[in-house]
């Protein structure tokens, strides 16, 4: 097991450094056992950027009704009386995106986004401007979390997690000024000023396969795609954390990369 001091020491030596602001995506499974679990996992995050660091990740909502409302989906009057309107105070995160982010929430002094599907948490100095406001519409777009995490010079850290992960490169997606992007569009339920359950329709770039060429269900996405690219063309940091190898890419030059790439694939015809 390793200890909260020797991740630290670790995430230190693969290039975090105090105040940094720092988007992580976490496999605990890959990253083996630490001590203190999760929350021992969030101890070193947060002191590998001490003092003055914030640590953010996309958390979610673990009842998103983004497939039962996707492109036109109906749900009936009684599914959408039960489903439960979204709070960023107490909704639970998704578990697809690891045992992380519950940690994250657990954290004195969290602020968590109001998006209901692409909800972002952050911990640190800088929690409440990356978080407030995120539109939604565009929700990974101008005005979001991650272009203001991009302005700032932030990073972008796999703990373990896979190439897949880099959400920050959907930013990249809705800056590509390029030829038939998909939208999609679902619906959310929110809480309105007087605190009751409205639906609202919303829409963004559909980050599930924003291009022809990257929208095949048993192939890479673009976020996939560009990310191995960013590896094997040697732009990031690698190091050994805990049991697995971990990533650390600056958020600026990866999403600058994406929307290049995205630019030569549509030139291509790929």
């Known amino acids: 097991m390793i200890t909260v001091e020797k991740l630290t020491h670790q995430l230190r ?5 105090a105040g940094d602001t720092v988007m992580v995506h976490a496999s605990l499974r890959a990253l083996g056992p630490v001590e203190g679990g999760a929350d021992g996992v969030m101890a070193a995050l947060l002191a590998s950027v ?4 914030t640590v953010m990740a996309m958390v979610s909502w673990a009842h998103s009704p983004y497939e039962e409302t996707l492109n036109g989906k109906q749900m009936s009057t009684e599914e959408q009386d039960a489903w439960p309107a979204f709070d960023p105070k107490t909704a639970p995160p998704e578990p697809e995106y690891g045992v992380l982010n519950s940690a994250l929430l657990r954290v004195a002094g969290v602020e968590r986004s ?3 599907d ?3 948490a952050a911990v640190g100095p800088h929690a409440a401007y990356l978080t407030h406001p995120h539109p939604k519409d565009d929700a990974y777009g101008p005005g979001s979390p991650l272009e203001r995490l991009v302005n700032m010079g932030g990073k972008v850290l ?5 190439l897949d992960a880099v959400t920050v490169l959907h930013y990249a997606e809705a800056l590509a000024d390029i030829p038939n ?3 999609v569009t679902y619906e959310v339920p929110v809480l309105d000023a007087k605190g ?3 639906w609202q329709q919303v829409s963004e770039w559909d980050s599930n396969g924003i291009l022809d060429c990257y929208a095949a269900e048993d192939g890479m996405d673009a976020v996939e795609q560009i990310a191995r690219d960013y590896v094997a063309d040697g732009r990031h940091r690698e190091g050994v954390t805990g049991a697995t190898k971990s990533h650390l890419f600056e958020a600026a030059d990866i999403v600058k990369y994406g929307v290049r790439c995205l630019k030569n694939a549509t030139d291509s015809g790929a």
Not at 50 to 53: D, Q
């Open 114 to 116: 109001n998006h209901p």
């Open 158 to 162: 796999l703990l373990g997690a896979p």
């Open 196 to 198: 009751r359950k409205v």
């Open 118 to 120: 692409s909800s972002m």
């Open 13 to 17: 030596t693969l290039g975090l450094a």
């Open 50 to 53: 001490a003092p003055g660091g």
């Open 181 to 183: 992007k998909r939208r």
